[in-house]
């Protein structure tokens, strides 16, 4: 949760464009990678100076720059400086709390999106993580910028260097469609993977409601609205770009991103749907946790309406009056015993008509 | 619930417009059925090869395909291709998490719908199920996908068959409105059983409100979401083609799916309600343990305000004191019982005043 | 309930346009009234025949033909053929479970209504009942259509009689008018029944938080949404027919309409207002019971906080040793009795201060 | 609460504009008060006869017709006819119950506001009250209509005398707004009240959370509900006026609209306000009473499970046993007292490390 | 809370345009600083009179005047007559209890904005404080209006003065953004500080739920509604900005405000996700109220289960009877001890099946 308020005070007062890397520390140094490629030919390599970007900026060929880790904010503006970026986008860039957006600068159009993460160990305290994807598309290259190096996007770099589907065959925006594509298709599991942990919560809770099952509750609920607050904004991004706002996205892409935006309705559907089972759960804990208080106080009542009067009973007869004839008759104590059993019989046959037993 | 959280994760990771069947697992045959029907004649097989519905492309007459089984993916893509389907569609088809929605190819409309079948025993804890149905509407076709057998369209069959109504004298428009309405239509049995259980339920609740009851509630809420998912979406649909934003519809088809789109707004009113009422349902449970719980106090806190102090009376006389005036007193007995017995008498008075009892 | 849920089974599967009765089913015999006026002349008769009724179809004078009792399709049928009316409609008006809707057929609108009865017997358990009105309005003719015999027409039969106010001298669109703006002036005694309901009810909760009390709220609430459902498409309805959307209506009868849109709007508060009244009234019902399970909790602890230390004092000098010095004491009982009397006043002095008592 | 009920049953069946009044019954006079003001001139006297209003109907300076009582049909509808009123107008004058509206009649606008009035008494069971206020407005002339006698348009009445603020130098609609804005300054103090007694409220609630302070809570929040009522659709009216969707209102007129547009959205928000935080309150309230009554709980478990054991032992030594040999001990009796004693002690320790004392 | 109520009763009545100072009461002189800029030159000074800001009207250069405390209406009324703004703004200075707004004057525009600080120490019970902050932005002058004297604007000083960044080079928009910007950025830390608030709460919840940690929640969710109430319409002022509504701002300043709005944007989502953990988090505790309060009954429920009846064991051998044979048994005494330590295991192994214990 720490993450999601840490949001920005290092810039409080700086001028519009300055770079100041805001997210978590990081040492790793970046690592770029470039794929150059058209119908016939792909060059992919990683440079070891960031001067060899600007080789591609007027290249025919459509040019993907990758680059992992934001942490140097010189990195990332020597690049964007050389493809003519503004500096407010370079600026939002490097400060990784931005929230999902979508802006036509003409020339390019930035797209800010969250690559989420789920926990290694499925138990741990961890939660989900987000990390910021900032992408810049222009006529003829992709700059894509991550915080750190994942495999959400090798299947994309896969289909360009085997040329599989139509990649090759075309442009930037529709490159631009399959690392959004890869990055929505990323979400399904970890819907899958809350839906599973829902599951198992639902039985925990119907076999032992403990105060830890309604912790863990409260625990995916939060999830649930960090979730959401990563994929609602998405949907209208993306459904901007399928209604082709930006002259950089074709129509024949535009077919595709529609694609994209249903699965993002039904991602924010998923999480609204687990949203509102969690709040059924609570509700199911809270009248299941009164029902077992109801039950002890049964209980309780039972015993304490049967034993407590004859308790009296005993004590009457406990009393060290000198004239009580009941102790002298021969049967007082037999018949006493018997008026005590019958007395709680009687007792368990009025609980048992009132449905307590 | 497995089921609503199974979406498309084989998918991940390939290039869109592959064609992998996602949905549950089958291995029945795929059966096709060919409807190729004007005013004055109608041919009905089933073709052994899919060749055949080639032959009915371009005829001027209405033609039916309707396909049972999804998950054979190079069946569906035979056809599809056949009438020249784009690729995102016949994903879509056999990726079978779809949510209801419209979508216009100019040429053709695709649409998903859900259709829904309640469990057989009505008691068990199935749940209401849910199929996706496909239905590419093109000029002179209708091509229908489904994924398993049912009997909502015989009633279709039996017209196109019988030449009831208009069916035979007009276009694959009204056919496809004929299968929306079909499916639309059998929402409501499903909706009447619900209001049913409902009413059994709350007489249940108020008997003896368990807490069983208290599950089964949850369980109808959680069937209600499910049911609104699936058909929220629709009346968007249905209401597009009722606006006549595709060409393939009529105008005058498009009087009747006003129809259809009324039946919808009427499906989801009654969803709504279901699930207001089991929200009142859940106060009612709560409402009702409370009271109990606080009749179990009552009974536990009168037995206790009367007999604890007796005792304490019984259990003075008890003590074995050398110097106790009133044991030795000749009445002493029957003053003290007279004195337990009134004080008693008095508590109860007290009680009654106070409405306990 | 029942009713809410009484959704057209028997009509699944049949083609559009088949008129089968669904609703309650009736017996009595169909009755049809008609008014046939214009500024200087009116004639009113029932017809022993429907086919008296082509006579008034081009007559320049407006025509209204009232039919009470739509169970029986033929006769609906007969007459709206001799209108021209499309079978949807005709389907519509015999379908009694429609939701308020207006359609615009060019020549004529199709509205639907629901007229709202409250039950005889205030307090029964029957609800509030609703019955569908159909109006299809045309160039010079109203066509009715109500399911039981009721007086909420009475009104305007007696104004056209008399000639009272302008509706002998307007048109079909005025009395159409006219009939709307009575079945909205009767939502009013119901609403105002159901606040006085509610005061009752208010009064009776404080007094006396019982099981019936709740029971009652949550039957109103349900009532609301009853009621709710029957008028809020209403809204819209009227605003479209206000907003001239239909050419039917013309500009000056627009002005009346806009009134009853104002009623319709202050209807729909009204029963926004009661739920929300209805809900705190919940919170009010389900603190006043945790109230008192205080209350109760709270006599208990102080009657076994004072009693049970006590009774272990007498216990203890109830015990059997041989040797107990203070049993031999001379003032060793009256001590005792001094002790117990001090502890339990000590007791209630602390009990007062922490305002138990 | 009656009168948020009281809507308009004696108008059931009426033709439209029959002015018949619906609000308070009322014996008073009617009261008029005429001002005819333009920059240099002011005549301001009460007529005796309604007749002298068309006096003023084409005079050009600005006519203000202040009409206090509104249960006299007939005057209002002799005043209205003076100035070409619609009798629908008329009629929504007479009849109180009308929610806050703005009609656009070309040559003049009709404005329902509703005037509040807190009780005398701010302890009393009152609540708020409020009046219809009818504004008329045309070229040159505002008829204004209220219920009761009030001081709210006193400033206005003082700023037309003495010429203060530039309201002789303007038309008719800036007297208007001046009205409309005396009304809408007026809810402010009645916040205001609202918001001192919240603080009253809630250092009650904390100090001592009885019945009586849930029972405010839930008076206030039916208060705000009604506030509400009131306000909400003044949001709109003054938006369409301020929107100069009206010819009356001039430009420059538009920007004061403006402002009061402004405080009318405050008060709005302010009322929500109020309304979330005796939301929190009742939380506040409930859990409150939850923790006392563990508190109790917690005293009598601690009582219970300290005495009652020990009073067993008592009983133990108190049987009749012919031999039991610790009886005859010397020591016996101290050792059980010492037995006790580090019984209770121990329970007293352990208690303590639950956190229970 | 006191503050969020006092909303301008002083001003009830009076003309519109009518300068009265609403706000906390103040008596410190109000600072003026005057700068006054371009790209070559700055001049930076506190003039000692009013009179000497209209030497800058017409300058080509920006001028800035800063005006600290707008207690003293007349100074304000001086300043803004200089440069002709319309009197309803003056009033709106002044009464320092807008919301937030933007208001388009063709030659100016008139912002209101709120900045908030966060009390000095953390744990005090002042929660947040708000002060309003009035921009009147013209063509090459801002007008900028503060209650106290704050260090928000220093940054901002800061770039004018050492010429950092590009403010020096652009005109008065960029510099009304600046000061928007800095104001935003603002609020920040506050969400911040309450994030870490909401944490440390977190922990002292699961580990002791005591009444004063509900309260700090309900504090702190007044806290939200409050700055929500502040932040909210901030939103759609900037929003109505970026969007170009005024000519003021040039297309190139929009930019910069667009990055602006997402700010706002983000700032309303923390609150809201504050807001929800918030309510998750008074769920919590409530539940665990439940449960403390389920542990506490248990305890008590199996010492009285357990106890009670062994008590009547021992009164039954403590009574007196003459003809008790067991009494008189060798191993009586024994066999009764026997007998009450095994129903005492008895029971202890039913609770623990029970999973009781």
């Known amino acids: 949760m720490a993450r999601s308020f840490g949001i920005g005070t290092k810039k409080v007062g700086l001028p519009p464009g300055t770079l100041v890397h805001v997210g978590e520390e990081r040492t790793e ?12 030919s792909l060059h992919e390599f990683c440079p070891t100076s960031v001067d060899r970007c600007s080789d591609f900026r007027d290249s025919p060929s459509v040019t993907w720059i990758d680059v992992v880790g934001v942490h140097r904010p010189e990195v990332v503006e ?14 939002d860039v490097v400060h990784t ?43 003829g290259f992709v700059l894509s910028f991550q915080e750190t190096e994942g495999d959400v996007f090798d299947p994309v770099r896969d ?13 930037a925006d529709y490159l631009a469609y399959s690392l959004i594509d890869a990055v929505v298709d990323n979400y399904f599991p970890i819907l899958e993977a809350a839906g599973e942990e829902l ?20 625990q995916m609920k939060r999830d649930m609205i960090f979730l959401r607050k990563s994929v609602w904004p ?3 991004v993306i459904s901007r770009l399928a209604r082709g706002e930006s002259e950089i996205f074709s129509d024949s892409t535009a ?12 991602v924010i559907e998923e999480i609204e749907t687990i949203r509102e089972i969690l709040s059924g759960m609570l509700e199911i804990y809270l009248s299941t946790i009164s029902n077992r208080m109801n039950e002890v106080m049964k209980v309780l009542t039972i015993i304490a309406t049967i034993f407590i009067p004859l308790t009296l009973v ?12 009941e102790l002298h008759w021969r049967y007082g104590y037999p018949a006493v015993l018997l008026f005590m059993t019958s007395a709680g019989v009687i007792m368990l046959i009025y609980f048992r008509r009132r449905r307590w037993i």
Do not use: W
Request: hydrophobic residues 35%; proline residues 5%; charged residues 35%.
């Open 29 to 40: 140094p970046v690592r770029i990678t470039i794929f150059d490629y058209d119908e016939d």
């Open 97 to 139: 709390e931005q929230r999902p957006k979508m802006e036509d600068y003409d020339d390019y159009v930035f797209i800010v999106l969250k690559m989420l993460t789920s926990p290694d160990e499925p138990d741990g305290d961890d939660g989900i993580r987000s990390e910021q994807l900032s992408l810049i598309v222009g006529r």
């Open 199 to 218: 599951e198992l919560l639902e039985d925990e809770l119907l076999a032992n409601p403990s105060t830890e099952a309604s912790q863990k509750i409260h």
């Open 255 to 266: 077919i595709y991103l529609r694609d994209v935006y249903d699965h993002t309705v039904q």
């Open 159 to 171: 289909r360009i260097r085997k040329s599989k589907g139509k990649i090759r065959r075309r442009g």
């Open 314 to 325: 005993a004590g009457i007869y406990g009393m060290n009056f000198d004239y009580m004839p």
């Open 234 to 236: 998405l949907r209208d």
């Open 78 to 91: 020597e690049i964007a400086n050389c493809f003519g970026i503004h500096p407010l986008v370079q600026e």
